[in-house]
């Protein structure tokens, strides 16, 4: 587990954009029953996650013309259970943090892994994330 002095902060970048955090396992399951679309992001104290997955996140959502009806994350390493709860709606994908997940109607229709972060610009991420949107939002 992270220090909360640590992590708050990185939380914050999201929520204070419209993300609302999903704490435990039975707050994802009540995010991700629901109709319509949910971009789920699992955060993370990575530098990939502050330099481009947060960056590129907040740039797909604010240039996109159809955007997702929900906005959701949690915290790897340090939302625990949560993140777990929503890895299982992952499969088969492998735990990647962080990473950047698009459901409808409670299936995965997108996934950003974390190998797809790394080196890529925030840029880049919300291109995939905006054509991501155009198809499925």
Do not use: W
Not at 21 to 45: A, C, H, R, Y
Not at 49 to 69: F, H
Not at 94 to 99: E, I, K, N, V, Y
């Amino acid at each position: 587990m992270y220090p909360a002095e640590l992590v708050m902060p990185m939380k914050a970048e999201l929520t204070d954009n419209g993300f609302q955090e999903m704490l435990s396992p039975d707050k994802v399951e009540d995010v991700l029953k629901q109709e319509g679309t949910t971009l789920v992001v699992i955060n993370s104290v990575c530098g990939c996650s502050a330099g481009t997955a947060r960056p590129g996140v907040l740039m797909a959502v604010a240039a996109s013309e159809k955007k997702p009806d929900r906005l959701a994350t949690s915290f790897a390493g340090f939302d625990k259970d949560a993140v777990q709860q929503i890895r299982t709606h992952l499969l088969p994908y492998p735990p990647s943090s962080p990473s950047i997940a698009l459901f409808k109607d409670g299936q995965l229709v997108h996934f950003i892994e974390r190998h797809m972060i790394e080196g890529r610009s925030a840029q880049m991420i919300a291109t995939n994330l905006v054509a991501a949107f155009d198809e499925y939002c």
